[in-house]
């Protein structure tokens, strides 16, 4: 990639799953078990403990690597349990920053299911490829292979 293609612009992605389960139990599964379905491909450490979502204002988002070592992902800004997880992060150069990130959660019960939805902006160093590989994490991370796959396999 050539220093011209880069800018500094706004990316934003908004992506929503539908799990079969409900409200309740998808936000338990999010906010208390993300290390059980956060996708081992997304760690950037090399040997990570696990993954944590401390859900409260000023909580963090990030890998545990053990011994006060880790890598943190987002600050939580706001909590409405069972609906809203707001998050900010930042992303360094090796990650393709500089950049900011913000993502808000928001989980609507419908009909018995969850409809989970990230509405997720990225402002700072952004270019053509941005906006899908956030489009197709966000998929990942809540879809069959992430959230989605984790809930739905324990319900029954």
Do not use: C
């Not at 612009?9 to 599964?29: F, K, L, Y």
């Not at 988002?61 to 707001?86: K, N």
């Not at 939805?117 to 956030?134: C, H, I, K, M, Y």
């Amino acid at each position: 990639m050539t220093q011209a293609s880069i800018g500094v612009g706004v990316a934003r992605v908004e992506v929503e799953v539908t799990i079969s389960a409900p409200r309740e139990r998808v936000w338990r599964a999010l906010v208390e078990e993300a290390g059980q379905w956060w996708p081992k491909d997304f760690y950037v450490g090399r040997e990570p403990k696990g993954f944590v979502i401390e859900a409260r204002p000023g909580g963090r988002v990030f890998e545990d690597w053990g011994g006060d070592a880790g890598a943190l992902w987002y600050t939580v800004l706001v909590v409405e349990p069972p609906a809203v997880l707001e998050l900010a992060g930042h992303l360094t150069p090796a990650f393709g920053g500089p950049a900011t990130t913000t993502a808000r959660l928001t989980l609507k019960e419908q009909g018995g299911e969850t409809v989970v939805r990230v509405d997720d902006a990225v402002f700072g160093r952004v270019d053509e490829n941005t906006s899908p590989r956030l489009r197709e994490g966000w998929r990942t991370l809540m879809g069959s292979g992430g959230l989605k796959g984790h809930v739905e396999k324990q319900t029954p």
